[in-house]
Structure formats: structure tokens, C-alpha cells
Nanobody
């Protein structure tokens, strides 16, 4: 079975940092591009970041560029999102997904709340 299990969400103050992780099983992770996508309260899905099969190529939404870093560890079938200088409008449910769009599989999502 296919599973994408996220972790690392929580409550953080503005300016703080948080590291999200997504561990994958059920498909060949090393042959899969991966994305992080988020949904803020009352808003639609927003693509945040993507990383290609080989890893060196990374892409970011303008809203998170220079603050977020995506990475992957193929030996552990895991993709990470390191988030720094968090802002209240980063508050959202964050999902990992297979692909760069369209997305083949989705994780369960993890809540990130940025509030003072």
C-alpha cells in the first residue's frame, strides 16, 4: 500500500522555525519527484515547493523563497521542509505529495500554526 506520513507540525511564534518530514512507502521514492502543498484556513491549495528525482533541482513559491528549504533523503524515503522566519500567513495544513503537479498521492497533512 502507498503511504505518505507527515510529522513536525505545531504551534510556533512569528520568526520561529519548524521542520516538517514526510516518510514514504509503497512506491519507488528515488524515482519520484516530490512536492509540498499547503492550504490556509478558508483558502485553496497552494503549491509551496518541489524537488526533482535527482534532488539538485529545487523550486519554491515566491511567498516562501529564501525562508523554506526542501530536501530529500533517498536512503530513508523521506522528504523534508525546513521553514524559517515563519509568518502568521504561513499558517496552513501542509501536505507532501508525489509529483510536481498533477499529484499522484498525498499525505495526511500536518497543521502549522504561526501565532503570537
Amino acid at each position: 500500500e502507498v503511504q505518505l506520513v507527515e510529522s513536525g507540525g505545531g504551534l510556533v511564534q512569528p520568526g520561529g522555525s519548524l521542520r516538517l518530514s514526510c516518510t514514504v512507502s509503497g512506491f519507488l521514492f528515488s524515482n519520484s519527484a516530490m512536492s509540498w502543498v499547503r492550504q490556509a484556513p478558508g483558502k485553496g491549495l497552494e503549491w509551496v515547493s518541489g524537488i526533482d528525482i535527482n534532488g539538485p533541482t529545487e523550486e519554491y513559491a515566491d511567498s516562501v523563497r529564501d525562508r523554506f528549504t526542501i530536501s530529500r533523503d533517498n536512503a530513508k524515503n523521506t522528504v523534508h521542509l525546513q521553514m524559517k522566519s515563519l509568518k502568521p500567513n504561513d499558517t496552513a495544513v501542509y501536505y507532501c505529495a508525489k509529483g510536481l503537479g498533477p499529484y499522484e498521492y498525498w499525505g495526511q497533512g500536518t497543521q502549522v500554526t504561526v501565532s503570537s
